[in-house]
Every structure is written in structure tokens, then in C-alpha cells.
């Protein structure tokens, strides 16, 4: 039996849009997959044949909130370092007030799928982004420390983060310039 | 009036456990004073005369766990920047799941005494006491990057918290060790 509207482009889209808002009225120990279907008039038959689980919607739904997280190298890493870290904080602190305090309660779950998909969709590609252009910064000599890029990559995320969570002062785009420049070589 | 037992030792001791345990099990919104005077058996008057509120009660409550965090200068800054860290990263790693959590859902709060008092008591402290020893390190000529050290400080604070929290990964004493000697001049 085929219910819903399995062909229509903006199921994703109405049903992520319906996750959100269940996650931030409700939260995401209280969520079930039938809230989200009778939220957004999607049979749960068809919600199952997009996402394999509850999960998958939820971080999904995460991901379409932080929006674009692409980049494209060019020859110059030390001009790649700053646009990325610069891409990163604004990517994190457009995320006050909403995708952030999600992401903290999801983190608080112990659902070890939930996890995993969280960390392979919405952690490990910024890390992963951010600890390579370092990698190319130091392998152009440009990097001031000998720190592991991927801990460095750690220590930038991690300082965004803490700034607008724990100190309510999101790190501004001066002080990102001055952090970068700090961590390079003299030229 | 005068009720309870104001001259018990350990009046403050049982009212931060009590609070505690009320912080763990109904969070930090729904908690009444009314309520840690009936869980441990003082009297909300004698609660009252310790502390100013309950955003003061809740916040001790957190540096009773938190446990020490003093540290006596040395003349060697590397050698009290390395002490620093391993004491802010054991500090932060004994937290999981326990005043890290709770931690996390203060910082949900739009109570702003509460910020203010935990700001003040927990979070001020460490971020001085690491830039302070940063400070003392860069003017001995040994850091290797010109990142202002409150910025620093910051790095490795956040960076100590997400690998905790986001990533479920704590930091280890090699890291730290690691991250510290890549921070500094090499000698």
C-alpha cells in the first residue's frame, strides 16, 4: 500500500521542516516517528522508505538547519585556512538559539546510532574540512605550532563552540583573523 | 524564627547534596527551593540565611563537585602551564556524566542571575588562571604562536570540552602533554 505522496519533492522537505520543530518544542527523547508523520500529513510508510530510522530524519533535519558546509580548495592554503575557519564560526554561531542547544540535547542520548549518524554527517566532515587545510598549511611551512592539525582542528572547533554556549560571546570576525594569524608563521 | 539546625557543620553540606541530586533528577527549571528544603530537612529560612538564592545554592552545588581547582604559581611558567592543563583537563574529563550535563542545561537558562554566578564562580576562575600561565609563558619568550593568550586559553578549554561532549572522546594526558609541547618554543 502506497500512501502520501511518495513522488512529491517537498516530502523531504515537509517532513524534515516538521522534525525541527518537533525537536524544539518537544525534544528528541520524546519524539517518535508517528508525531513527525501526523505533524506533516506523511504516512509513516513513506517517511520509512526515506530514512531507515528515526535517527536519520532527526539528523537530517539538523543538517538542512546548518546549511552548506562545501568548499573547494584552491592553490593558496594559507587563504583556504582563513575561509574556512571563517565559514566555520559563522556556521556555529548562526546556529545560537537554535541548532546548537539541538545539538547538545542529542548529544545527551545515549542512542549510540543517533551518535554515530550525528558525528558522520554533522561533526567529522568539518573536522575532516578544517584538519586538511591545516595539514597543507603546515606542509607549506606556514603553521607557526607543531600541534596535530587534527587536534588544532579540535581546539578551533571546540573554542567556537564554548565562546557562544558556555561564554555567550560568540567569537567575531576580527578575532577569528587575529586567531589564524597567530597560528602562522611570520611571512 | 529560627528553625533547623544553623549551627551544624554540615547544614551547607547536605543542602548542595540535596541540590545536587534534585539538579541530576528534575534539571534545573523545575527546581523550587521549596524543594531542597524538604529533600534534605532544612528549613527554607536557614537555606535563605546561606544563600542569597537558589541560582547561589545551584551553582555551589556544581563547585562542590567540580572539587579543587587552586594551583600555586611556580618561577617555571612551561612547567606551570603543563600542571595548569593537566589539571583543567582531569578537571573537565571527571565530569562526564555528571556536572558537565548539568553544566550544559544551565547554559540553556535564560535566567541571567544564574549565568552571572556560575560566569563568576566556575568558569572565570579557570579561563584566568590558564591565561595568566600563558601570559607568564609568552613573556619568558617559550610560546610559539602570538594567538592572545585569553584566546588561547579559550582553544584549550573548548577544545577539552567538545572532544568530552561532542565527540565522547576525552582528551588523554599524551594529548595534553602533546598539544602543549606543540604550543611552545622549541628549546
Chains 1, 2 share one sequence.
Not at 505522496?5 to 522537505?13: A, E, H, K, M, N
Not at 548529544?107 to 573536522?127: A, F, T
Not at 581546539?155 to 594569524?181: A, N, Q, W
Amino acid at each position: 500500500m502506497r500512501t502520501g505522496r511518495p513522488r512529491d519533492p517537498l516530502v523531504t522537505q515537509r517532513a524534515l521542516a516538521a522534525t525541527w520543530d518537533l525537536l524544539s518544542t518537544k525534544g528528541y527523547s520524546a519524539l517518535r516517528i508517528d508525531d513527525i508523520a501526523t505533524s506533516c500529513g506523511i504516512a509513516k510508510t513513506t517517511l520509512y522508505r526515506r530514512w531507515p530510522s528515526l535517527a536519520h530524519i532527526v539528523v537530517d533535519a539538523v543538517v538542512s538547519r546548518i546549511g552548506d558546509r562545501t568548499f573547494t580548495p584552491t592553490d593558496d592554503p594559507v587563504a583556504d585556512l582563513r575561509a574556512v575557519s571563517s565559514m566555520l564560526v559563522q556556521s556555529v554561531n548562526a546556529g545560537k538559539d537554535s541548532w546548537v542547544s539541538i545539538a547538545l540535547s542529542l548529544h545527551e542520548q545515549s542512542d549510540s546510532e543517533l551518535r554515530l549518524r550525528y558525528r558522520e554527517r554533522i561533526i567529522d566532515p568539518v573536522r575532516e574540512l578544517l584538519a586538511e587545510v591545516l595539514e597543507r598549511t603546515a606542509l607549506a611551512g606556514c603553521l607557526a605550532t607543531t600541534i596535530p592539525t587534527d587536534q588544532l582542528a579540535d581546539m578551533l572547533i571546540g573554542g567556537t563552540v564554548y565562546r557562544l554556549v558556555f561564554l555567550h560571546s560568540p567569537l567575531t570576525e576580527d578575532e577569528v583573523t587575529t586567531i589564524i594569524g597567530g597560528l602562522l608563521t611570520a611571512r
